[in-house]
Structure formats: structure tokens, C-alpha cells
Nanobody, 118 residues
Framework: QVQLVESGGGLVQAGGSLRLSCAAS????????MAWYRQAPGKQRELVAL???????NYADSVKGRFTISRDNAKNTVTLQMNSLKPEDTAVYYC????????????WGQGTQVTVSS
């Protein structure tokens, strides 16, 4: 079992930046894919960005060019650098880890609130 703990959320003005971190309780080297999701009030949870064990990344169209996901296997952390924030980025952001294969598993953090004021 792996526990994921997010941090770094808060209140920021539009155009500002925040850096979210996801700390894992165990080695993330064996987690095939790490991702950030977000959920705004009244909306479904959506994928924001993902990074594979090999370092490949993918982003939602709405955040391309503004957000950057990275992982540090040595520190068991995944970060999401968010720049040029917009009010529509306001949401609870969740970290997720996926293990694929015969023993498929998924892990979720508890979420961190990001609020962008206009």
C-alpha cells in the first residue's frame, strides 16, 4: 500500500503560480504512471497531467504550455508546476498513482485546494 500526500495548494491571483507536490510513502519507481487530477465544484474529476515511469508526459489541452509535471524517483515525489493560473483552474487537485499488470492497483491522495481569484 502506498500513501500519497499532496501539498502546495492555496489562494493565488490570476496570472500567478503555484507548485504542488505529491509525496509517496514508498518508492514510486515501481508505479507505472503518476498523475494529477482536479475536480471543480459541480464538475467531474478530470485528468490534468500524467507522467510515466519512463518520463513521458501528457497534458490536458486546457493546461498545455502552462503546467509542467515532473517526478523525482529518488525523493518519491511528483510535482506540478502551475504558471499563468486562471480562475477556471480553481479546483481540488489530487495526486494519483497507477500500477499496471497482473496486480493492478491505484492510489489516490486526499487532495489539495487551489483557488485562483480574478
Amino acid at each position: 500500500q502506498v500513501q500519497l500526500v499532496e501539498s502546495g495548494g492555496g489562494l493565488v491571483q490570476a496570472g500567478g503560480s503555484l507548485r504542488l507536490s505529491c509525496a509517496a510513502s514508498k518508492n514510486i519507481f515501481d508505479i507505472n504512471r503518476m498523475a494529477w487530477y482536479r475536480q471543480a465544484p459541480g464538475k467531474q474529476r478530470e485528468l490534468v497531467a500524467l507522467i510515466t515511469a519512463g518520463g513521458s508526459t501528457n497534458y490536458a489541452d486546457s493546461v498545455k504550455g502552462r503546467f509542467t509535471i515532473s517526478r523525482d524517483n529518488a525523493k518519491n515525489t511528483v510535482t506540478l508546476q502551475m504558471n499563468s493560473l486562471k480562475p477556471e483552474d480553481t479546483a481540488v487537485y489530487y495526486c494519483k498513482g497507477d500500477v499496471f499488470g497482473a496486480s493492478r492497483r491505484e492510489y489516490w491522495g486526499q487532495g489539495t485546494q487551489v483557488t485562483v481569484s480574478s
